[in-house]
């Protein structure tokens, strides 16, 4: 079944890397809580989603939110999804 915003298959065996940029204050003093999209310019990494295979189950959940930099990781990919009109 799809979730809330009509995705299928949000959990994989990598994860998932993100166009987002982290900055850890801006998630304790930003007013967004729902998909908050990160501050403007690049700081100190990318968002990353979810969990891996590497990962314990409670860590592989789509709302989890961690920075990864600009390394690559065979535990990390990213999605691709297609827009319908």
Known sequence: MPNAWGLYDMHGNVKEMCNDYWDYDYYTSSSEFIDPQGPETYSSG????????????????????????????????FRVALVKN
């Open 46 to 77: 990318y968002i990353c989603r979810g969990g891996s295979i590497q990962d314990e189950a409670y860590i592989c959940r789509s709302a989890r939110r961690n920075s990864y930099g600009s390394s690559t990781s065979i535990y990390l990919g």
